[in-house]
């Protein structure tokens, strides 16, 4: 009996399908290849309470089904996609504070511990990186913390910036540390690369101004945005404890469902990129 029946037996009765053996292989022959670019709910096979259950489960990351729904959707898709598909995601997640008790931070350790079943997410900060002086780039070349964290973009594969807000607008500190990275490879850090940018201020829009603000950049760096959700904590003095642990259920709930869908999308990136190999 084959793997694909053991795996999928219970999933395809919840979906109200035929689960016998021959009944998922021929389900699987039937509807393969899905398109890379086509999330498993959008797939057009589904009934509408189908689409619904795998986008609800997918949102909640409910621990019995998101596995399940993540290799019928890599069973779904060309033969070399799902070896890389099933591959961890990893992912670097960027603060734009170097303040200790930072928010951003803060954030940015809650996505960690958050990440869903197949994504890692290591946190870098921005610590050593000097104001950009086109003399010392001249002089020294890139210094060494830029080379540093440039080694740990070009290690994963999608990057995930948590910005602050200053006067509405994007952190001078780190727009800094974009803009030197940008002068050691920008080709090789940012194009194509995929990115989603979530934020904490302790106003009541939340990053709302500043995720805006890095978009100009964002697009001429010419990174692949996710935009299938958006994490914009408001109020973060209230959202996270003394320790600086997320402590806001909403929020938390919130962070959860935009990794799921980024993990998604970060995992569609690789399979795209693997097949165009
Ligand atoms: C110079 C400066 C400007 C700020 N401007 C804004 C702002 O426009 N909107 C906002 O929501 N918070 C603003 N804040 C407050 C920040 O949200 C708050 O300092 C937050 O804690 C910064 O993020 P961090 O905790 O990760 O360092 C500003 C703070 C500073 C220092």
């Not at 009765?13 to 086509?38: C, K, M, V, W, Y």
């Not at 596995?67 to 898709?77: G, N, P, T, V």
């Not at 350790?109 to 946190?123: H, T």
Request: charged share 20%; proline share 5%.
């Amino acid at each position: 009996m084959s793997d694909n029946f053991f795996r999928f037996h219970d999933l395809f009765a919840q979906l109200g399908l035929p689960n016998s053996p021959e009944a998922i292989a021929a389900f699987l022959n039937q509807h393969r290849p899905l398109p890379n670019d086509t999330l498993l709910a959008d797939a057009p096979f589904w009934d509408e309470a189908q689409a619904q259950f795998i986008r609800e489960k997918k949102l909640q990351d409910a621990p019995e089904w998101t596995q399940l729904i993540d290799q019928l959707s890599e069973a779904l898709r060309e033969t070399p996609d799902i070896r890389n598909a099933g591959s961890t995601c990893r992912v670097l997640a960027l603060s734009g504070s170097l303040r200790h008790a930072s928010f951003n931070t803060a954030l940015a350790r809650a996505a960690q511990s958050l990440a869903p079943q197949g994504m890692d997410i290591e946190v870098a900060t921005l610590h050593g990186i000097p104001l950009y002086d086109g003399d010392t780039e001249a002089g020294e070349g890139i210094p060494a913390a830029v080379q540093q964290l440039k080694a740990q973009i070009l290690n994963a594969d999608a990057l995930l910036m948590v910005t602050p807000e200053y006067n509405n607008g994007v952190p001078g500190v780190f727009k800094n540390g974009i803009d030197w990275l940008s002068r050691a490879d920008m080709k090789a850090i940012f194009a194509k690369r995929p990115t989603g940018i979530i934020g904490a201020s302790m106003s009541g829009f939340g990053t709302v101004s500043s995720q805006a603000a890095w978009l100009p950049t964002l697009k001429l760096l010419g990174v692949t945005l996710y935009s299938g959700g958006s994490v914009l904590v408001s109020r973060a003095q209230n959202a996270f404890n003394a320790e600086g642990a997320l402590t806001d259920e909403a929020t938390r709930k919130n962070l959860g469902a935009y990794l799921s869908g980024f993990h998604e999308f970060v995992r569609l990136s690789k399979a795209a990129k693997s097949s165009a190999q």
